[in-house]
């Protein structure tokens, strides 16, 4: 599966521009701040109507322009579709979607173009505290699954409504009754998502695994650490983990109304990644801990491929030229299996890729400069 052509309107620094592209390996280098990483934002958003940088879609609208459109043709085994997205910003947000001009769901678009985005910050995922980890884990089931990001929204709201009212009882007012059908929610909620994270580990395990071992050749191990108890098992049904959460939040209870927050449940929950054993975020060097990134996102990749049957398009942003060589070309042979990569650089990099199609962006424009040759 590949983007063949990419149009954006008001989208960031780009006032118009199209876009032809061919499978394999393209390449867009230019200046800082030449608008490289916004290229690759417009793709992963017309996969998943998500930013990977803005909070709100307000910040993608060209300034000073009340919205913007982004659209792409994916061809698939000899067919293409052709997805449009139009988003009014102001007065108030406002989106059009269609595949082939048809009115579609945000989940749908996901269906058609997969992508999975790098970025050099995707260390801290290995490196720093759980929420990026977390944020990983949700980013990908809720778009495998959108019953899952239903649920989770669902859950987070109950934690922040329960948050305040346990401030409100660290005050001294009695609130507990409002408590109470929170945590219905919370436990409801909770204990679907949570059950759904169990239930995608021994895939994720598997492919994290078998990519780093192809990144580095070791396996690597991913555990599930649950906040809510050290039993937990990954085949325990909603039931099981419903009754553990309630468990949990009654013998949680006072400390939770001293300190005034919600301090068990599927936002406190962590996966740990380990090398013989040891957790990478602490024990691993900064060469495992990249690798280990790296197969996060190529496990992410895998998992998308195995639900929609097609490769996913890879947006490397600035990252290749962090890599070894050993790495890059690991990370390379992917578009042999069929995947599209879109990548981006300050430099010209044609030395350190055979096949490239290269493209230097500048100024809100983006103009082809020749293919590379294939190196004998
Ligand atoms: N909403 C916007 N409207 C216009 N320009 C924007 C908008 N958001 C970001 N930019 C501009 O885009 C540029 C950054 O582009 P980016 O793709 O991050 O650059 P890089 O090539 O370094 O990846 C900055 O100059 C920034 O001012
Ligand atoms: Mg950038």
């Given amino acids: 599966m590949n983007i063949s052509f990419l149009l954006l309107r008001d989208f960031r620094n780009y006032r118009h521009l199209e876009l032809t592209l061919k499978p394999g390996v393209s390449l867009f280098f230019g200046r800082n701040a030449s608008g490289k990483t916004n290229l690759l934002e417009a793709c ?6 998500n930013s990977v940088r803005a909070e709100r879609d307000y910040d993608l609208a060209r300034w000073g322009t009340p919205g913007f459109s982004v659209g792409c043709r994916v061809d ?3 067919s293409a579709k052709t997805i449009k997205v139009q988003v009014r910003v102001e007065p108030a947000l406002r989106r059009k979607i269609t595949v082939e001009d048809v009115a579609v769901r945000r989940s749908d678009l996901v269906r058609v173009l997969p992508s999975v985005y790098f970025s050099p910050d995707d260390l801290y995922m290995v490196k720093r505290g759980s929420a990026l980890r977390r944020k990983f884990l949700d980013s990908l089931l809720g778009r495998i699954d959108p019953e899952y990001s239903r649920q989770l929204t669902r859950y987070q709201d109950a934690v922040s409504r329960r948050n305040s009212v346990l401030k409100k009882i660290r005050m001294g007012s009695e609130w507990r009754t409002t408590l109470e059908p929170l945590d219905c929610i919370l436990v409801e909620s909770g204990s679907v998502v949570l059950a759904k994270r169990l239930a995608a580990m021994p895939d994720l395990r598997r492919e994290v695994s078998e990519t780093y071992r192809f990144i580095s050749g070791r396996p690597c191990d991913v555990v599930y650490a649950a906040s809510i108890g050290e039993s937990l098992q990954e085949d325990h049904t909603v039931r099981d983990i419903a009754r553990q959460f309630e468990e949990r939040l009654a013998s949680l209870r006072e400390e939770e109304t001293v300190r005034g927050m919600t301090l068990s449940g599927p936002h406190r929950d962590d996966i740990v990644l380990r090398l013989d054993g040891k957790a990478i975020r602490y024990f691993g060097s900064q060469g495992e801990q990249r690798s280990a990134a790296l197969a996060l996102k190529m496990a992410e990749s895998k998992m998308l491929e195995a639900v929609f049957g097609r490769h996913p398009v890879l947006l490397l942003d600035d990252v290749f030229s962090e890599l070894d ?11 042999d299996f069929g995947h599209q990569i879109l990548m981006t650089s300050t430099d010209p990099i044609k030395s350190m890729v055979p096949r490239v199609a290269e493209f230097l962006v500048g100024g809100g424009t983006v103009e082809p400069c020749g293919e590379g040759l294939r190196r004998e």
């Fill in 325 to 335: 060589e050993e790495r890059r070309n690991r990370v390379l042979s992917l578009c």
């Fill in 44 to 49: 992963y958003y017309l996969s998943s109507l």
């Fill in 76 to 78: 698939h085994n000899g």
